[in-house]
């Protein structure tokens, strides 16, 4: 008789996938989890500034997206992919994994038009799907 084997389903597998780029990258270029989230928040918080500078009158966008739930949702999504990316490059080539390349590939992200495209195209649809319905349950 065949053992029986689970088989994962999609938020399954993409974890898993998420867990061995983490891991892919981490080992090489020594971080510790904390070192590897922080540099995550951070990212996000300077892509939040390149389009909104805090020493301008858009300072108040700033502050609506980063102490938004659904931005960090949404940056969560971009920062796997754009990672899943790299991963795929790094293996695809002779390129050595050095947390300079890593951190290099990570600046390029907060100034890269495919994130700032999701942002206006999709994360502000998420916002906008949210907020009608937090009124739709309040009717």
């Given at each position: 008789m065949k053992p029986t084997v689970k088989k994962l389903t999609y938020i399954e597998k993409k974890k898993q996938e998420y867990a061995s780029n983490q891991a892919y990258?981490?080992?090489p270029v020594n971080l510790t989890d904390l070192e590897y989230?922080?540099?995550?928040?951070?990212?996000?918080c300077l892509f939040l500034e390149y389009l909104f500078p805090r020493d301008t009158t858009?300072?108040?966008y700033y502050r609506l997206h980063a102490y938004h739930k659904v931005f960090w949702i949404w940056w969560k999504a971009q920062w796997h992919k754009w990672e899943s990316e790299f991963v795929a490059y790094v293996k695809c080539s002779p390129v050595v994994i050095t947390k300079t390349l890593w951190l290099e590939d990570i600046q390029q992200m907060i100034t890269d038009s495919h994130v700032e495209s999701s942002f206006h195209h999709n994360y502000r649809k998420l916002i906008q799907h949210q907020e009608r319905e937090e009124?739709?349950?309040k009717n």
């Open positions: 990258i981490q080992k989230y922080n540099t995550a928040f951070e990212t996000a858009r300072v108040d009124l739709r349950k």
